[in-house]
C-alpha cells in the first residue's frame, strides 16, 4: 500500500512539474511577441488609405510619409506623418526612413505602398501580415524565385510606366521615365551590388524586413542608394530597386521568405 501510494504520489509530482515547464515556456514565448516592436512604413501619394481601417492598427507604429499635394487620407491615433518632396517613390520613402531612422529602427519593419486598396496589393499586405502575426518574424513574400536574378534581369531596360493607381493618375498622369545612369538593370546590379546572388524578387513594394538585416549594412550605405532617387517622382531606377529588394539588405538571414502563391 506504502509503496503504490508513493510511486503514485511522484507520477503526480512529475505531471504537476511538466506543466509548470510548459507554462513557463508558453508565458516566456508570449513575452517576446509583445516585446517585438513593428513599424508599418507607408508611401503615399494621393490614396485615401482606408484599407488601414482592416487592421489592427494597435499591434504596430504607423508613418506616413506624404509625398502628395493633400493630406486626404485617414487619421489613425498611432499614426506618425511626415511630408517628403515627391521623388522616388516607394524606393525613396522606404530607404529614406532607414536613413533617418537608423538608430531607432523597429524589430520589424513593414514596408507599404499607400495604395493597398488595390485588390492584388491588399491580398498581399493582408497574407504578409498574416504570416508576421503567426512566425513572430519578418517576412518576405516572393513573386517570383529564380537562380539567378541579376543573369535571369539582365538586359531589362523600362523607359516609359504609368502608375496604376487611379487616385495617384487623377493628379499625375505622367509616363516618361527618367533613364539610369547605368543601365540594363545587369549593370546596375553589378555597380551597386557586386556579385552576390539573389534568387527572389517582390513586387508591389509590398515587404518586411528584420531590424538585424538592415543594420548589417552601414548608414552610409543607404545614402548612397538613395541618391539616384532623389531627382524624380518617375524613374527607372525605382523599378530596378523593385527587383532587388533581398539585394539591398543582403544576406537576409533574420527575415523568413515565402511565395505568394
Known amino acids: 500500500m506504502t509503496y503504490n501510494f508513493l510511486l503514485t504520489f511522484f507520477l503526480l509530482i ?3 512539474l511538466l506543466l509548470l515547464y510548459t507554462c513557463i515556456c508558453e508565458n516566456y514565448s508570449n513575452i517576446d511577441i509583445n516585446n517585438k516592436s513593428i513599424d508599418i512604413v507607408i508611401s503615399r501619394y494621393n490614396e485615401n488609405l482606408e484599407w488601414l481601417k482592416e487592421i489592427n492598427e494597435e499591434k504596430f507604429n504607423i508613418i506616413v510619409y506624404n509625398k502628395g499635394i493633400n493630406d486626404n487620407f485617414i487619421k489613425l ?3 506618425t506623418i511626415i511630408n517628403l518632396d515627391n521623388v522616388g517613390r516607394e524606393s525613396h520613402t522606404y530607404l529614406y526612413h ?7 529602427l523597429a524589430d520589424i519593419t513593414i514596408f507599404l505602398p499607400g495604395s493597398c486598396d488595390m485588390q492584388h496589393k491588399y491580398n498581399k499586405m493582408k497574407k504578409l501580415l498574416n504570416f508576421i502575426n503567426l512566425k513572430n518574424k519578418a517576412i518576405l513574400i516572393y513573386d517570383f524565385k529564380y ?3 541579376k543573369n535571369v534581369l539582365y538586359n531589362f531596360t523600362i523607359e516609359n510606366y504609368q502608375g496604376t493607381n487611379q487616385q495617384n493618375k487623377e493628379i499625375n498622369p505622367e509616363f516618361k521615365l ?3 545612369e547605368i543601365r540594363p538593370y545587369g549593370k546596375w546590379f553589378k555597380h551597386y551590388f557586386n556579385d552576390i546572388i ?3 524578387i517582390t513586387y508591389c513594394s509590398i515587404f518586411s524586413v528584420d531590424k538585424k538585416d538592415i543594420l548589417q549594412h552601414s548608414k552610409e550605405y543607404y545614402e548612397n542608394l538613395i541618391k539616384q532617387l532623389n531627382n524624380s517622382s518617375n524613374s527607372e531606377a525605382i523599378h530596378y530597386f523593385e527587383r532587388s529588394w533581398e539585394a539591398v539588405f543582403y544576406p537576409m538571414n533574420n527575415t ?5 502563391s
Open 198 to 200: 539573389i534568387q527572389h
Open 178 to 180: 527618367e533613364l539610369s
Open 256 to 260: 523568413l521568405f515565402f511565395p505568394l
Open 14 to 16: 512529475i505531471i504537476i
Open 77 to 79: 491615433p498611432n499614426m
Open 147 to 149: 537562380e539567378n536574378v
Open 98 to 104: 532607414i536613413i533617418n531612422n537608423y538608430n531607432n
